[in-house]
């Protein structure tokens, strides 16, 4: 990969900085999660020709029909799931595209989890990943509303793809006390927070949001 993972112009740290300051305009105020995204070079990510654009608070297409969502949703999901000081632990994400996000989570834990349903997609976060130096995070080529039970239980689950109810194999592999993330509905979406206490399943819901559907198998 000929990108440079520093950047210059529009892709420069100054850049990324304004980025995160932005965030915080915007509500977001676990430096913990700001830190993490500043971390990680977001242009990297993104189709070359979209490169000037990687810091701007926007979702941007990926191909397949795919979008890497924008920094704020991306922190708001995350934030979520670190609110009250809780760690992240054993995490997985639903959704890997690009593999941006699970870039951010490796930033904030050692054990992320991030499935992805599209093979070609799969490849580029791969080289995305390793472009960065990122190789702790465990990728698979899997439908992503069977979860990884080969891997479960998870503390942590974030899912980027929009469900039109919440994934049954989803709830079955969070731990006790754990955390799951993801965009609901299908005409409108929002966030929904759901935590395991005990037997009972505790729902929050957040943002409204927009994000592409949670389809079943494999391509």
């Known amino acids: 990969m000929n990108r440079v993972v520093s950047g210059t112009g529009m892709t420069s740290q100054r850049t990324r900085a304004r980025m995160i300051e932005r965030l915080r305009e915007q509500g977001i105020d676990d430096e913990e999660v700001l830190a993490a995204i500043a971390a990680v070079p977001r242009h990297v990510f993104v189709e070359e020709a979209l490169a000037s654009r990687a810091y701007e608070d926007t979702a941007l297409p990926l191909g397949f029909a795919q979008t890497i969502s924008q920094p ?3 922190a ?11 760690p992240l632990g054993k995490t997985l994400e639903i959704g890997a595209g690009c593999g941006y996000q699970a870039a951010v989570l490796a930033q904030l834990t050692d054990e992320v989890f991030a499935i992805e349903r599209i093979a070609p997609l799969l490849a580029k976060a791969r080289l995305n990943l390793r472009a960065i130096k990122q190789l702790k995070i465990r990728l698979k080529h899997a439908d992503g509303r069977l979860g990884l039970p080969e891997a479960a239980p998870f503390d942590s689950i974030i899912v980027a793809a929009a469900a039109a109810r919440v994934p049954a ?4 592999q969070l731990a006790p006390g754990g955390r799951m993330i993801l965009p609901l509905g299908v005409a409108t979406q929002q966030l929904m927070l759901i935590e395991k206490q005990g037997e009972a399943l505790v729902e929050t819901r957040l943002d ?9 198998g494999i391509e």
């Open 72 to 74: 704020y949703v991306v």
């Open 208 to 216: 409204a949001v927009r994000f592409v559907p949670l389809l079943t």
């Open 169 to 172: 194999a989803l709830v079955q």
């Open 76 to 86: 708001r999901m995350i934030e979520a799931l670190c609110a009250g000081g809780r």
